[in-house]
């Protein structure tokens, strides 16, 4: 009598699965990690935008910012608004917006009130799961410490 001798063992069935759980394993590391990375990329963009966007609204608005060191606060939502910028879409959730808190302070690095003056943008993005931030070092202690905002210079 001839067996028929098709399929596969159970030695074979828990290699190839062992096998299959490894390079799953390996594929979503890799997919999570690319994900994080892209969400912070869209984040540095949304304040690159943000930024140019306020140096728009300054230069058609016509503002100067006197030398007395004083600033200027420009919302997210005005530039929103005054179609400077598109909605900032939070990159975590898709369903909610970085304009709540969200600004661009505008201070005067150097000039005389002219439009070749230089200017200091600190842009801060407020997300749900995402504050814009940099490291900022100490002048007392030497060390670097946690600032709100991001620097821009024009």
Known sequence: M????KGFTMVELLAAVAILSILSGVA?????KYQVKARQE??????????SAAQNYIQERGIIIPNDGSTIEIEIEDLVEGGYLPNLQDPSSKSSYCHSGSKVTVSKKKGSGTKLDKYTYLVVIK????NSSHYETNAI???KELKPGVYYYS
């Open 127 to 130: 997300c749900k799961n995402y």
């Open 42 to 51: 869209s984040y540095k963009a949304m304040e690159s935008s943000a930024f």
């Open 28 to 32: 979503i590391t890799a997919v999570t």
């Open 2 to 5: 001839k067996l028929n001798q």
């Open 141 to 143: 202690t030497g060390n």
